[in-house]
């Protein structure tokens, strides 16, 4: 048996299993070939032959770690615990590493089928109570990893709190993964627990500890707290880099605050810490003026600071933000522009052009990009879809729409394209964008709901009113896509006809609401109580009055300036019919 003809998974079904049972133990034993067949069958997932292997396998002489690794997840995803435990047992009858048998046991847990991150958490655990061994540094770190990869930040902390009561080793780097974790799952302010176990432990944080940190402070604009940690990081002689400041200076540009943005610039140069090409990228797409651009773009070449692409992309925005439409297209052009990122600068420039409403000169570009055999980049065709909205380019638009493969950048597409459908009155062309986004969500009709809500506001928006499209996609809803609508939906639906003072439609959205399996409410009570007077029939008005429960005093406002909006002028004819109605109001 050749090991070429198994090292790949590909290959195993070329193997016969009758092969490895009869193969001499011995050659097995000192060939490599029967450790890359045992790995290839783990990652296959042929259950039947893995088992047979498993039986006469001894794992104490598989000679890497990363092999006995891969047949612990296998036995993990296959759910095999007594090969676990009886292997587990072997390594420990032979003195094999505690802290390699610990990281076995996390890789089993970790790969066990449909547990959420609590129970592979509690199963490392009690596997470690079961078999009588100790967890690891290096189990916990990877159990703490676990947790940063799936955002449970929380559960994270959790665990190094019990690593320090255990008396465990801790690294820095593990913080980083905690700290990132938290930074991508929002929870910034986590940055304040995560920093007091740091210095609790007495560990020596570093200068990519400190940037992390100081960048959750500036994302909570807790400046303060950024300025604080900055003053730590000189307390233990570390010397802030570039980044640091930049993550100080990008907050302040964020907010909008060119003052602080620039103070920091100076506290650089106080602190002989020179501008990198983020620096400067920062300035340039914060410039005021034509001036400022130059300013800085000389300053970058003097500083002899790289111009990197995403440099040439900052100055097209700084360009088109100040309206030098053709010096930002003249960027590209640029000799030092790298060959293998001018689509991705043309792309921004194509953005740039359309946010500031260039949008014939951006679709130049775009025709520009294509011919030359490339395409355009994903936002960029965003933003084209975004901002060319004008009535009568539909076709373009789903052309646009057809070059989205990434499906995240398609369903936003998609979303946008089925509002402008709606704006403009092209029914058939919605229903298919909405099947074809009920393919794409398999049926999730909570991610449906949300789309056709945000398809109703719009409806209930558009002046001026077109309640037509608004009932024919309530149809299509129901008759073709087999959806229910929401009850914000059908809220938005009777707000539309209240604004096209529609009294038959909002009769019939009222029916609707049953219909969809819904029992009335104050805001479906306001909204027909509005539709009532709005269309001057008021003894209905009255009768929907009588319902609306009025303890709430905000419900009380809304419902006189119902009345001063809608029945102002009918006051004094119908001032004894509509008295008793009127009365029911206390305020």
């Known amino acids: 048996m050749e090991s070429s003809r198994i090292s790949h998974p590909s290959l195993v079904s070329k193997i016969d299993i009758h092969e490895w049972l009869v193969f001499d133990q011995k050659k097995k034993k000192e060939s490599k070939a029967h450790e890359n067949y045992v790995l290839a069958l783990c990652e296959s997932g042929r259950k039947e032959e893995l088992l047979k292997v498993l039986e006469i396998i001894d794992i104490t002489k598989v000679s890497s770690v990363d092999y006995v690794a891969s047949i612990f997840k296998s036995l993990g995803r296959l759910s095999l615990a007594s090969f676990m435990e009886k292997f587990v047992s072997a390594f420990k009858a032979c003195d094999y590493g505690a802290e390699e048998i610990s990281d076995f046991i996390f890789y089993y847990a970790s790969n066990m089928p449909n547990l959420a991150v609590e129970d592979v958490i509690l199963k490392f655990k009690d596997l470690h109570a079961q078999l009588v061994v100790t967890p690891s540094s290096t189990s916990y770190n990877k159990l703490v990893t676990y947790c940063c990869d799936s955002f449970k930040v929380h559960a994270a902390l959790d665990i190094v709190d019990q690593m320090c009561e255990a008396g465990l080793t801790l690294s820095i780097e593990m913080f980083h993964s905690i700290l990132r974790a938290s930074e991508e799952s929002f929870e910034f302010n986590l940055v304040h627990r995560i920093y007091s ?112 692409k995403h440099v040439f992309m900052a100055l097209i925005n700084a360009y088109a933000s100040c309206g030098q439409f053709e010096k930002a297209k003249q960027v590209v052009l640029d000799k030092g522009v790298p060959i293998k990122s001018l689509n991705e600068i043309k792309s921004v420039l194509v953005s740039a052009l359309a946010l500031h409403g260039q ?104 002046e001026p009113v077109n309640l037509k499209i608004g009932l024919d996609l309530l149809t299509a809803i129901k008759e073709e896509l087999g959806l229910r609508p929401s009850r914000k939906s059908l809220d938005f639906l009777l707000a539309a006809c209240v604004n096209g003072k529609d009294l038959d439609n909002s009769r019939l959205i009222w029916r609707e609401y049953q219909t969809a399996g819904f029992t009335h409410n104050v805001l479906s009570f306001l909204r027909m109580y509005q539709a009532c007077l709005a269309c001057g029939d008021h003894k209905s008005a009255a009768n929907i009055l009588h319902k609306i429960p009025k303890d709430d005093p905000h419900v009380c406002c809304v419902i006189k300036a119902c009345q001063t909006t809608y029945a102002k002028s009918s006051v004094k004819g119908k001032k004894k019919k509509e008295g008793d109605a009127s009365n029911d109001l206390k305020i």
């Open 197 to 308: 176990v740091i210095c609790h432990q007495s560990l020596e944080p570093n200068c990519e500890t400190f940037r992390i940190m100081i960048n959750l402070h500036v994302k909570m604009k807790d400046f303060d707290g950024a300025y604080d940690l900055l003053k730590d990081m000189k307390k233990i002689n570390l010397t802030p880099t570039a980044g640091i400041y930049n993550a100080i200076m990008g907050g302040y540009f964020r907010e909008k605050n060119i003052y602080g943005g620039l103070m920091v610039l100076k506290q650089m140069g106080d602190a002989d810490v020179k501008p990198d090409s983020q620096t400067f990228c920062y300035l340039l797409n914060n410039c005021e003026c034509e001036e400022d651009i130059i300013k800085y773009y000389e300053k970058l070449k003097c500083a002899g600071v790289q111009v990197t």
């Open 359 to 462: 949008i014939s000169d951006a679709f130049d570009i775009y025709e520009e990009i294509k011919n030359s055999g490339f395409n355009l980049e994903p936002k960029a065709i965003i933003l084209l879809i975004e901002y060319h909205q004008s009535e009568g380019d539909l076709t373009r638009l789903l052309q646009l729409l057809e070059e989205l493969n990434d499906p995240d950048y398609r369903v936003e597409g998609s979303c946008r394209i089925l509002l402008y459908c709606v704006r403009y009155n092209h029914l058939s062309s919605a229903i298919d964008l909405l099947k074809q986004l009920k393919d794409t969500f398999h049926d999730n009709e909570l991610a449906m709901e949300a789309i056709l809500d945000e398809v109703f506001s719009l409806i209930a928006e558009i």
